[in-house]
């Protein structure tokens, strides 16, 4: 069991140094296929430990039900000083492996993808070592056996994912949002940080065990959850501190679909999972976790419905997915955020690569006003990016219909008014969703292909892309079609019981069958009206006009102002104070104090210079002349 988590962390990252230290001396194709194998090789080793713990509970319990403490693997002490040591420790649990599996597989299959995505770059070697270090990073973030090591992922997924949207460096852009991106993720490393300094002031531990010391105040466990929920917030790209994650679009079509769908942006809610307990000693900032969530997927899907890129407009979509995770997470219901983390990997992914077939067979344009058609061209691209839209939307039998609506009837069984209001916002968002969904496949698939894509199309010999391009959107396919089966809580939840030992749900998040019930069949018919509506506003043959609304047309394209409102607050402000520094200090003292320093010690050099004449009867005058001066000294003091 721990022997697969070792191989599982280990072998992405050996799959990284290879790459390093080959360099050049490597074809780019075999620096493609050891990241990729390294991958797979990772995910041999989730298989490992998921089935030697599922079946470690079958042979001690016979029951999905278990009790069982965690299993901590060290392999060494890393840190010490007194009572407080760190190891090098990976934790293997039910809520771990379920990671493991998700970031390894998924992200295996991205970086299959990349083969063929990737092909001619010049940089595909150092492109490939980056996403290996990526998937290692996410990897020991969700295997770390404490808090430090947690944050240590946390922080490496950070640098790898500034690498990776930057990777194009010769577009100004591209630099841009990977500053973007690593500046308002540091904010949340830092928030992170300082609730770990809480934790260990109160129990010179960061063990997760820490989090159940009842020495708290009620402050300190506030503080704890909020310091969590604002790391939680930035990698998850909730607000207030979402505006990266559209501008990560900057980056290669898989470097989306492995943050936006399997990886980095997932790991708030297994955050917000994994530290529970103070989430649930300070029940109010939990509360707001799922507040925050509500707001967050009303908030993206409505900028979504304005977006005319096709990766901007899925990248909105992951925000308002993610949201829903948020709002399960804060109710309670920690095992259907994660459920809807596992068909959001699914379907996101294959939305991500099968609109990266389309960039990649129209060379590289990804504005949807010209790109209409191209289903006609792209069959097996049309189809499994349905596969995905219907998913995303939560219609049956697809998988997102078992994950999403369990959500939304969890925010119904808290019984109260904001857990009501919840429940309204959920079923607002799936109508977005429906709406600018297939506002985006009506514009891009059906019909008759527009003369841009005939004049730029272009086939991979027989087929719509390279196998290695096919192959994971085939598998992904499938997932996200049948993958929700996995869970439908009216009637068996395995996924809830496998996680319960390490997330067990609030009874008060807990709905009954009823509630079940009337949300799938709200949600649904939500999904449908607004692609209904969708049909008729953008279909080829339009029944209704795009409204005019300039004014909400003009905040929507402006994502509600959240750019130039910290452009105003933080920016500019920084700028005007950075350049009165420069003019009022730096220029006048320090540049300045610089040159008169150097003339200074030139002309002090001069004079030393022409007293050194290298006459012996000189320095010996000098000699007895300072003799003089420390007897005279010593007299006078006398």
Request: glycine share 10%; hydrophobic share 50%; net charge positive.
């Amino acid at each position: 069991m721990t022997g697969g988590s070792w191989l599982c962390l280990l072998a992405p990252l050996g799959g990284t140094i290879v790459i390093t230290l080959c360099g050049t001396r490597i074809p780019r194709v075999a620096a493609a296929w050891i990241a990729t194998t390294s991958c797979f090789v990772a995910f041999g080793g989730a298989v490992w430990a998921f089935l030697a713990l599922r079946g470690e509970r079958c042979v001690h319990l016979h029951s999905l039900v278990c009790t069982q403490p965690p299993h901590l693997t060290t392999a060494w002490t890393w840190l010490q000083s007194g009572t407080f040591h760190v190891g090098l420790t990976l934790l293997v649990d039910q809520l771990s492996t379920v990671m493991m599996l998700i970031v390894s597989g998924v992200g295996g299959l991205i970086v299959l993808y990349s083969i063929g995505y990737m092909e001619g770059d010049p940089e595909e070697r150092r492109y490939f070592a980056y996403i290996a270090f990526f998937v290692f990073s996410m990897l020991l973030l969700v295997e770390g056996g404490n808090l430090l090591l947690l944050l240590v992922g946390w922080g490496l997924v950070g640098l790898s994912s500034y690498l990776l949207i930057g990777f194009w460096h010769e577009r100004p852009s591209a630099v841009q949002a990977a500053k973007k991106a690593f500046v308002m993720n540091a904010f949340g490393d830092a928030t992170m940080a300082l609730a770990f300094f809480i934790v260990i002031a109160h129990t010179h531990s960061l063990s997760f065990g820490s989090f159940g010391y009842a020495g708290f105040s009620q402050t300190a466990r506030d503080l704890i959850a909020l310091g969590l929920l604002g790391g939680a917030a930035a990698k998850s790209a909730q607000i207030p501190l979402q505006t990266w994650l559209p501008d990560a679009m900057e980056g290669p079509t898989p470097v989306s679909a492995l943050i936006h769908a399997a990886t980095m942006v997932t790991a708030g809610v297994y955050l917000i999972a994994r530290t529970h307990p103070i989430f649930e000693q300070a029940r109010t900032i939990e509360l707001i976790a799922a507040g925050t969530g509500a707001l967050t997927l009303l908030v993206a899907g409505l900028i979504a419905l304005v977006q005319v890129d096709i990766k901007r407009v899925i990248a909105y979509s992951t925000m308002s997915q993610i949201g829903y995770m948020f709002l399960g997470a804060g109710v309670g219901a920690y095992a259907n955020g994660m459920f809807h983390l596992l068909t959001h990997a699914f379907f996101k992914a294959l939305l991500f690569m099968t609109a990266g077939l389309a960039i990649h067979a129209l060379g590289g344009e990804q504005d949807i006003r010209k790109m209409r058609g191209i289903g006609r061209l792209m069959p097996f691209t049309k189809w499994c990016f349905l596969a995905g839209a219907l998913a995303l939307v939560g219609i049956p039998p697809f998988s997102g219909f078992f994950s999403k609506d369990s959500i939304v009837a969890s925010a119904a069984a808290l019984g109260t008014w904001y857990g009501w209001i919840f429940w309204v916002c959920g079923i607002v968002g799936a109508f977005l969703t429906g709406l600018y969904t297939f506002r985006l496949w009506f514009l891009v698939f059906p019909g008759e292909p527009s003369p841009f894509v005939r004049e730029h199309h272009h086939r991979h010999g027989r087929w719509e892309g390279s196998l290695t391009m096919l192959v994971p959107v085939g598998v992904l396919a499938v997932l996200a079609t049948v993958g929700g089966w996995l869970q439908w809580s009216p009637r068996w939840t395995p996924f809830t019981d496998w996680l319960a030992p390490a997330a067990r749900t609030l009874p008060a998040a807990v709905p009954t069958n009823t509630q079940e019930y009337y949300t799938s069949a709200a949600t649904v018919i939500a999904g449908l009206v607004g692609i209904v509506i969708a049909w008729a506003i953008y279909a080829e043959r339009r029944r209704l006009a795009v409204p005019g609304a300039p004014f909400w047309r003009r905040t929507l394209e402006e994502k509600f102002y959240f750019d130039l409102l910290y452009d105003r607050i933080f920016y500019t402000p920084a700028v005007w104070i950075s350049g009165a520094l420069r003019r009022e200090f730096e220029e006048p003292v320090v540049l300045q104090t610089g040159t008169d320093l150097g003339e200074t010690t030139l002309a002090t050099g001069s004079v030393v210079r022409r007293i050194q004449t290298g006459f012996l009867r000189t320095y010996v005058l000098f000699l007895a002349a300072g003799a003089a001066g420390v007897v005279l000294a010593f007299l006078i003091a006398k």
